[in-house]
C-alpha cells in the first residue's frame, strides 16, 4: 500500500455557497470519509481555516520572523485534506474523484512520505 494526499483546493474569492448547500456538502464530506474507512483506506482528514488565520515562521540573517497571514498570495489555497492508503495512483485518482464530487471543489493528489519518528 503507498499513501497518497488529497488536498482540497479552495478559491480565494467567489461567493460561498448558502447555508443549505453548505449542509448537502458536509453529509457528502461525511459520507466520502464514511466509505473510505469502510474500505480500509482511511488514515485521517481534516479542514482548515483560511489562510488570513496563518502564521508564517522564517530564518532571515540567523533570526527567527514571525509574521501573520500567507506566506503566499495566491487565487487558491488549501482548504481541507484527506490521507489515504491506496495500492496505486489510480485507486488514489479513484478516490479523488469522490472527493472532488462531495467537496465540489478540485481536489490534488500527491504521493505522501511517513517520517519516522526513529
Given amino acids: ?6 488536498s482540497v483546493i479552495t478559491p480565494t474569492d467567489g461567493t460561498p455557497p448558502t447555508p443549505e448547500r453548505l449542509a448537502e456538502i458536509g453529509r457528502n464530506i461525511e459520507a466520502f470519509h464514511e466509505e473510505l474507512k469502510a474500505s480500509g483506506a482511511w488514515v485521517f482528514a481534516g479542514g482548515l481555516d483560511s489562510p488570513n488565520s496563518a502564521t508564517v515562521l522564517r530564518v ?3 533570526e527567527q520572523l514571525m509574521t501573520d497571514g500567507p506566506f503566499a498570495e ?12 491506496a495500492a496505486d ?3 488514489a ?11 465540489t471543489l478540485p481536489i490534488e493528489v500527491r504521493p505522501f512520505h511517513w517520517v519516522s519518528s526513529d
Fill in 93 to 103: 485518482l479513484e478516490w479523488a474523484r469522490k472527493c472532488t464530487n462531495a467537496t
Fill in 1 to 6: 500500500m503507498k499513501t497518497y494526499l488529497l
Fill in 60 to 62: 532571515k540573517d540567523g
Fill in 89 to 91: 495512483l489510480d485507486e
Fill in 74 to 85: 495566491g487565487k487558491e489555497y488549501v482548504g481541507g485534506f484527506c490521507i489515504v492508503n
